[in-house]
């Protein structure tokens, strides 16, 4: 556990600054990692070297048994686990010691509860000794959480200043379903200021990288879980989703999410950075290396029936799903505000082939009114309170505005007669939208995550591939194509683009190839609302034609 500060008066009796309530809590973040899980000064990377996805091989300082351990997934580890054939003892302690690497190299973590996570798998173990039974499907996996949702004890700053030192009394309820169903926590992971930036960058904590490049971003707001994966510091993370904070960051570093309707997983007692915002609801979600630990976690947290937790919670069983034989998938080429990066747009058409090939319809989906305006009420929707709820916790530490939030900074409060008005135009269009998809008679949406493969750090523009279907609540999943960028092939477009906006002009301006050459390419797939189980059997069904 991270040793919170004391008391915040300096010697002096001066109130102390941001800067030194940041610092204070870094540090103690750092204080937290013991000495054997820190990286030796012999082995520490150059700041000159990008990747680091092949440092716990190449360092020798992880044991054969710990690179085994954390190089599975957690369907490989849940069995093992189960059978007591690997004790959550060696597995947890196994994966506190990557994370505390991972964070040493990309800055991904927030806190720790490393005496809770080594308490919590001694008890496992012997509950499994005992009775020969797991506690649970989860029994014994250790599982990262995103900073905002609470652990007992732990801060959950949400990147503001004004939460350090604020330990949660509680912990919040999907955590408390998880952990009945047998995962450890030990770990929580970076966020951006108030969960509203698309890459993990704050005045608490700085800024998250990208393990195979770190002069990449590792996406936003949930990056310090897709940093955390990436590294395989965790088998199994969650992360929240309000306008793609679960799935940019999959697309950047390559791995799989499922961004759920509202009310498939428990949301309650999480801290949120704009506390009653409503008109978008937040949701949370599995980040993980594979399509199936991504589907184990989802029947695990619905079997557990969180709706006798969480009044929010539909009480929808996880169901079994048939896919047609044969089927109707639209590609969105562009939304009709940013065209894709020629890498993106290489990935869609490869998979729309495979998809045609394999005797399954594929149509286009040319509706860029339509995402426009889904965009537009994004927008508008998270800027209603003028921007006062991030302004009062931005004052209360005392820490500048980011550059990043401008939009917040600078906005308009509605009145309550407005945001009556706002709902009603939210709520015709996602009439519209369910209209048209009845009137395509589709199945799926093939689209971009984000406009890019991955994107130079502070260089992230665009969340409207992402955002629209927050708007309309629908369920959907990041996945990587099993493509990466080739700078050759690949290259800028130049004179030959036609920028549809002023925002396109400036991402297709800057694309670099030979920045992002050799990164995973993502797509997402999207299914209607609350069709869970439908988008992640349409996603491996993709998987299984492409791969």
């Given at each position: 556990?991270?040793?919170?500060?004391?008391?915040?008066?300096?010697?002096?009796?001066?109130?102390?600054?941001?800067?030194?309530?940041?610092?204070?809590?870094?540090?103690?973040?750092?204080?937290?990692?013991?000495?054997?899980?820190?990286?030796?000064?012999?082995?520490?990377?150059?700041?000159?070297?990008?990747?680091?996805?092949?440092?716990?091989?190449?360092?020798?300082?992880?044991?054969?048994?710990?690179?085994?351990?954390?190089?599975?997934?957690?369907?490989?580890?849940?069995?093992?686990?189960?059978?007591?054939?690997?004790?959550?003892?060696?597995?947890?302690?196994?994966?506190?010691?990557?994370?505390?690497?991972?964070?040493?190299?990309?800055?991904?973590?927030?806190?720790?509860?490393?005496?809770?996570?080594?308490?919590?798998a001694r008890r496992l173990d012997d509950h499994l000794a005992r009775t020969g039974r797991p506690v649970g499907p989860l029994h014994g996996l250790p599982v990262s959480l995103k900073d905002n949702f609470n652990l007992k004890g732990l801060d959950a700053t949400v990147g503001f200043v004004s939460h350090v030192g604020d330990p949660a009394p509680y912990d919040s309820v999907l955590a408390e379903v998880l952990e009945a169903a047998g995962a450890v926590f030990y770990v929580k992971t970076n966020v951006p200021?108030?969960?509203?930036?698309?890459?993990?960058?704050?005045?608490?904590?700085?800024?998250?990288?990208?393990?195979?490049?770190?002069?990449?971003?590792?996406?936003?707001?949930?990056?310090?879980?897709?940093?955390?994966?990436?590294?395989?510091?965790?088998?199994?993370?969650?992360?929240?989703?309000?306008?793609?904070?679960?799935?940019?960051?999959?697309?950047?570093?390559?791995?799989?999410?499922?961004?759920?309707?509202?009310?498939?997983?428990?949301?309650?007692?999480?801290?949120?950075?704009?506390?009653?915002?409503?008109?978008?609801?937040?949701?949370?979600?599995?980040?993980?290396?594979?399509?199936?630990?991504?589907?184990?976690?989802?029947?695990?947290?619905?079997?557990?029936?969180?709706?006798?937790?969480?009044?929010?919670?539909?009480?929808?069983?996880?169901?079994?799903?048939?896919?047609?034989?044969?089927?109707?998938?639209?590609?969105?080429?562009?939304?009709?505000?940013?065209?894709?990066?020629?890498?993106?747009?290489?990935?869609?058409?490869?998979?729309?082939?495979?998809?045609?090939?394999?005797?399954?319809?594929?149509?286009?989906?040319?509706?860029?009114?339509?995402?426009?305006?889904?965009?537009?009420?994004?927008?508008?929707?998270?800027?209603?309170?003028?921007?006062?709820?991030?302004?009062?916790?931005?004052?209360?530490?005392?820490?500048?505005?980011?550059?990043?939030?401008?939009?917040?900074?600078?906005?308009?409060?509605?009145?309550?007669?407005?945001?009556?008005?706002?709902?009603?135009?939210?709520?015709?269009?996602?009439?519209?939208?369910?209209?048209?998809?009845?009137?395509?008679?589709?199945?799926?949406?093939?689209?971009?995550?984000?406009?890019?493969?991955?994107?130079?750090?502070?260089?992230?523009?665009?969340?409207?591939?992402?955002?629209?279907?927050?708007?309309?609540?629908?369920?959907?999943?990041?996945?990587?194509?099993?493509?990466?960028?080739?700078?050759?092939?690949?290259?800028?477009?130049?004179?030959?683009?036609?920028?549809?906006?002023?925002?396109?002009?400036?991402?297709?301006?800057?694309?670099?190839?030979?920045?992002?050459?050799?990164?995973?390419?993502?797509?997402?797939?999207?299914?209607?609302?609350?069709?869970?189980?439908?988008?992640?059997?349409?996603?491996?069904?993709?998987?299984?034609?492409?791969?």
């Amino acid at each position: 556990m991270v040793k919170k500060s004391d008391d915040a008066a300096s010697t002096n009796g001066a109130k102390p600054s941001w800067e030194e309530i940041a610092a204070k809590k870094r540090q103690a973040l750092l204080d937290s990692i013991p000495a054997e899980w820190r990286i030796p000064a012999n082995l520490v990377t150059p700041d000159t070297q990008d990747d680091v996805t092949g440092w716990p091989e190449a360092s020798g300082w992880f044991t054969p048994q710990e690179l085994a351990i954390t190089n599975a997934t957690a369907a490989d580890l849940l069995p093992q686990l189960a059978s007591g054939q690997l004790k959550s003892l060696d597995v947890t302690k196994a994966f506190c010691k990557r994370a505390c690497a991972a964070h040493q190299l990309t800055n991904c973590l927030s806190d720790t509860c490393f005496e809770r996570a080594l308490s919590t798998a001694r008890r496992l173990d012997d509950h499994l000794a005992r009775t020969g039974r797991p506690v649970g499907p989860l029994h014994g996996l250790p599982v990262s959480l995103k900073d905002n949702f609470n652990l007992k004890g732990l801060d959950a700053t949400v990147g503001f200043v004004s939460h350090v030192g604020d330990p949660a009394p509680y912990d919040s309820v999907l955590a408390e379903v998880l952990e009945a169903a047998g995962a450890v926590f030990y770990v929580k992971t970076n966020v951006p200021t108030a969960m509203m930036i698309a890459e993990s960058v704050n005045n608490t904590f700085g800024r998250t990288t990208h393990p195979k490049n770190r002069k990449l971003t590792s996406g936003g707001s949930s990056g310090g879980e897709s940093a955390l994966l990436l590294f395989k510091g965790s088998p199994l993370g969650v992360g929240t989703d309000i306008g793609g904070s679960l799935r940019i960051p999959a697309a950047c570093t390559g791995i799989f999410t499922l961004r759920p309707s509202f009310g498939r997983f428990p949301t309650l007692r999480c801290r949120s950075g704009m506390p009653g915002q409503e008109a978008i609801q937040s949701v949370n979600g599995p980040m993980a290396r594979t399509l199936a630990d991504i589907q184990l976690y989802s029947a695990a947290v619905v079997g557990a029936e969180p709706w006798a937790l969480d009044p929010k919670c539909l009480p929808i069983p996880w169901r079994a799903v048939a896919l047609p034989a044969r089927l109707r998938v639209a590609v969105m080429r562009h939304d009709g505000i940013v065209v894709p990066t020629p890498p993106v747009a290489r990935a869609l058409e490869h998979v729309a082939q495979h998809l045609r090939t394999a005797g399954h319809e594929v149509v286009e989906w040319q509706e860029p009114g339509l995402q426009a305006q889904g965009v537009s009420l994004l927008e508008r929707m998270f800027v209603a309170d003028g921007g006062r709820a991030i302004r009062h916790e931005v004052e209360r530490g005392g820490e500048p505005w980011r550059p990043e939030m401008a939009a917040y900074q600078d906005a308009r409060e509605l009145g309550t007669w407005e945001m009556w008005k706002l709902h009603l135009e939210r709520t015709e269009f996602q009439k519209r939208y369910l209209d048209r998809w009845n009137e395509a008679g589709i199945d799926a949406i093939l689209c971009p995550t984000m406009p890019f493969s991955a994107v130079e750090s502070g260089k992230f523009k665009h969340v409207g591939y992402t955002g629209v279907f927050n708007v309309l609540d629908y369920s959907c999943v990041s996945f990587p194509t099993g493509l990466y960028v080739d700078s050759a092939m690949d290259k800028a477009l130049g004179d030959a683009h036609r920028p549809l906006s002023e925002v396109c002009a400036a991402i297709h301006g800057e694309y670099n190839p030979a920045a992002v050459h050799g990164m995973p390419i993502s797509l997402q797939l999207v299914a209607r609302r609350l069709e869970e189980e439908k988008v992640l059997a349409m996603t491996k069904a993709v998987l299984d034609l492409v791969h």
